[in-house]
């Protein structure tokens, strides 16, 4: 079944970058760095241990969000399952307190784009 297929697939791929992502995070400053390296200076804060770090990067990509109109992908088997769990499927645009989630499992998909 091409759901089942997807899922495997997307699972492996979130085990593959997992380590890459940190959760309970703040961005608190994007500084361009000077020649003779170009890149970006990346400063967060933990919301939870209130510890800074600093980390170097060639690119920062900005996901503010700013679209007013949220898009939901026509995924196989979607819809289907909106019209068996009413209300289940939501957008990031609609999230606003955690507690809503809590003691619950979720799946989060985001739309890849490749930059040249």
């Keep these: 079944m091409l759901v089942k297929r997807q899922k495997r697939e ?13 959760f309970s995070t703040q961005v608190t400053s994007v500084i361009p760095r ?14 939870i241990t ?6 170097e990067y060639d690119a920062v990509a900005v996901a503010s ?3 007013t109109v949220p898009f939901i992908p026509d ?6 399952w909106d019209k068996a769990y009413p209300g289940r499927v939501s957008h990031s645009k609609f999230f606003r307190r955690p507690e809503e989630y809590k003691d619950q499992v979720s799946l989060v998909l985001r739309e890849a784009h490749h930059i040249s």
Excluded: A, F, N
């Excluded at 209130?50 to 980390?55: K, L, R």
């Excluded at 995924?75 to 289907?80: A, F, R």
């Design 34 to 47: 000077s020649t003779p390296q170009k890149g970006w200076s990346v400063t967060t804060r933990s919301l």
């Design 75 to 80: 995924i196989p088997g979607i819809k289907s």
């Design 65 to 67: 969000g700013h679209y």
């Design 50 to 55: 209130d510890t800074h770090e600093t980390h």
């Design 10 to 22: 997307l699972i492996y791929h979130v085990r593959q970058v997992r380590h890459l992502i940190k």
